[in-house]
């Protein structure tokens, strides 16, 4: 079922939960461990993040180094059907634009049609670990905006070999990222969000919020999108606080702010274990204010420390 169609059949906030593919290697129980416990609180569906290849320099026997492509994390799209599989949720894979040209990203969205994935977040990615800026594959796209296009297009039957006629209509429910605090390449919010607002245009169904730990952020952000002429549900992402380390990491990484109470309490704990107990406190707090305010969706970060969200939900519902 699409995400929008969740949504439409009810006034209620659902929930849902990202996830990343296990580290190549690893089985696929530890991503079902992280997904098992959450399982109780009937999810509407489950995102599964993707990872671009990066390049590293492996040491030769003799001493010299060769530069290989590495794809740490790969198995979004089996880990998707394997979800669906297993717990009866939608799975929605995260596409990104990075790595990709249009022919493969057009089989991508063939194969997840035939496996019955019927959403996708469709993103730009970031610049590959040896680039400082993002750099598209040559005949790839610039911006999630022009993937949202070329999944629409396939949505109405058209194909990228023009002598197909009469192709199967794909029917993508599509998502796209928002940053209440603006991402980090854009000069302003307002240009952030006039970018956003032509993602919709084109033919977005839906918004999903990059973490805050304020929710004014979203709330404003919200404001602001709506006065843009944006309509569609925007669904906040949050994730948990539960280390020091994150106070500074975060918000480099993800260009968001720590609000100084929030940071005040944490720098007060003496072990992870306090730093845990504020972050489940404060998650809590933004969700019990969310729901009272009529939030569509609570998204969910899983990363790293799950049992902190479980622990959230276990008080919340
Ligand atoms: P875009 O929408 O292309 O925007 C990128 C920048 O370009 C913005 O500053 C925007 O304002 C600007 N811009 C957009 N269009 C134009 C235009 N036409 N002209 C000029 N400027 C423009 N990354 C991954 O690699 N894998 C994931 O699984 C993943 N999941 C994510 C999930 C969520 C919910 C979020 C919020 C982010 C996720 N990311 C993921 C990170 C994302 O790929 C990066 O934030 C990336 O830098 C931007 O992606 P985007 O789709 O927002 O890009």
Redesign the pocket.
């Known amino acids: 079922m699409k995400l929008t169609q969740h949504l439409a059949g009810t006034d209620k906030t659902i929930l849902s939960f990202?996830v990343l593919p296990p580290t190549k290697g690893r089985s696929i129980e530890s991503l079902y461990a992280t997904l098992d416990p959450f399982m109780e609180f009937k999810p509407s569906y489950v995102?599964v993040?993707?990872?671009?290849a990066e390049q590293i320099y492996k040491k030769r026997h003799d001493g010299t180094f060769e530069r290989v492509e590495i794809r740490k994390r790969p198995g979004t799209v089996g880990i998707c059907a394997a979800i669906m599989n297993k717990y009866q949720v939608e799975a929605i894979p995260?596409l990104?634009?990075?790595g990709f040209s249009k022919e493969e990203t057009e089989n991508a969205l063939i194969d997840l049609h035939y496996l019955g994935i019927r959403n996708v977040?469709?993103?730009?990615?970031?610049a590959a670990a040896n680039e400082k800026f993002?750099v598209p594959h040559p005949h790839g796209h610039?911006?999630?905006?022009e993937l949202v296009k070329q999944i629409i297009t396939l949505n109405n039957g058209q194909y990228m070999e023009e002598d197909i006629l009469d192709g199967v209509k794909t029917d993508f429910c599509i998502g796209?990222?928002?940053?209440p605090e603006k991402?980090?390449?854009?000069p302003n919010l307002q240009?952030?969000i006039a970018?956003?607002k032509?993602?919709i245009d084109i033919g977005a169904d839906y918004i999903?919020?990059?973490m805050f730990f304020n929710n004014k952020h979203y709330y404003d952000y919200v404001a602001r999108c709506k006065e843009t002429g944006i309509n569609q549900p925007i669904i906040p992402?949050l994730k948990p606080l539960s280390g020091k380390k994150q106070l500074t990491v975060i918000p480099r990484v993800f260009n968001v702010e720590i609000p100084v109470e929030l940071y005040t309490e944490i720098m007060k704990c003496k072990t992870d274990a306090d730093v845990e107990l504020v972050g489940t406190e404060w998650l809590l707090e933004q969700c019990r204010d969310l729901l009272r305010n009529g939030a569509p969706v609570l998204h969910f970060y899983t990363l790293s420390k799950p049992h902190i969200i479980y622990n959230v939900l276990k008080k919340l519902f």
């Open positions: 990202e995102n993040t993707y990872h671009r995260h990104i634009c990075g977040l469709a993103l730009r990615g970031d993002f610039n911006y999630s905006e796209v990222a928002g940053y991402h980090f390449e854009a240009t952030d970018n956003l032509r993602k999903t919020t990059q992402g």
